[in-house]
């Protein structure tokens, strides 16, 4: 990050467009604004503009990046095989999968694909070309450099992956009304769910091992036997009271 400059990282979530400046100094991070823009899915246009508004007040060097929440993002894994060095390849099985998965056509939606595991499987997630393309405007818009786009999945598991990577378990992420349920047995991912929150959630919802837990809600009590999984505590940043900012930082803090 280059002298007066600053990094936006905004998260898509459910209902709302969370987002957060950050400047790098001497090595060091600090989160210098916060700001939540609410909206209905109807309601989003209005709340770009008042989010193109907030940015435009920063520095005039920047760059955007975006996390994208499971209201918008869709996810499964492929059984990938290391001999498969063909991307033409992969493409076309991650797109006849995806129409298999979702029952839509794969050329109205923009793919990402995580690094394959040791063993193979590769994560692949998805947003609508439509989505994906608007972002990227809205970055242009606003003068700023696009510096990724990223579903919130796997920025959480990229984030946390040095102890996730050493067990076997599920990963719940927690998002608003949301919640993505991520079970591996270390490196390997096996299986990714998407569902409306309940009331109440189990520490076997998503089978055996360790239950690890990621929150972007602010809870009155912490999930039932869960083990949790925090950003640390740095300038700007609370981990208590900041917690729907927390998915907009993981790949910063």
């Known amino acids: ?35 939540s823009f609410q909206c209905l899915p ?33 996810y499964f894994v492929l059984p990938w095989s290391p001999e498969w060095v063909d991307p033409r390849t992969r493409d076309a099985y991650a797109r006849a999968r ?18 394959p595991s040791p063993d193979g499987e590769q994560l692949v997630s998805c947003i609508s070309a439509a989505l994906h393309a608007e972002l990227e405007g809205f970055a242009q818009a606003c003068g700023c450099e696009l510096g990724g786009l990223q579903p919130s999945v ?3 598991w990229e984030r946390f992956r040095e102890v996730l990577e050493t067990e076997q378990g599920t990963l719940c992420i927690v998002e608003g009304d949301r919640q993505a349920l991520v079970r591996h047995d270390r490196t390997r991912i ?10 109440h959630e189990p520490a076997d919802a998503g ?8 929150s972007a809600t602010p809870e009155r009590a912490p999930g039932l036997g869960a083990a949790e999984l925090r950003l640390p505590a740095q300038a700007g940043f609370d981990t208590s009271g900041d917690a729907a900012y927390a998915v907009a930082l993981c790949g910063a803090l």
């Open 1 to 35: 990050m280059l002298l007066n400059s600053a990094e936006i990282r905004v998260h898509l979530a459910p209902g709302a467009l969370l987002a957060c400046e950050l400047r790098r100094s001497w090595g060091r991070t600090r989160v210098t604004r916060k700001a």
């Open 42 to 74: 109807s309601e989003r246009p209005a709340a770009m503009q008042a989010l193109r508004r907030w940015i435009e007040e920063g520095p005039e060097r920047r760059s955007l990046v975006w996390i994208v929440g499971p209201t918008e993002a869709q």
């Open 98 to 115: 995806y129409e298999q998965l979702y029952g839509r056509q794969a050329e109205a939606a923009s793919f990402c694909f995580a690094d």
């Open 154 to 156: 796997a920025a959480v």
């Open 190 to 199: 096996e299986d990714i769910v998407v569902r409306r929150r309940g009331m």
């Open 207 to 214: 089978g055996s091992g360790v239950y690890r837990r990621f």
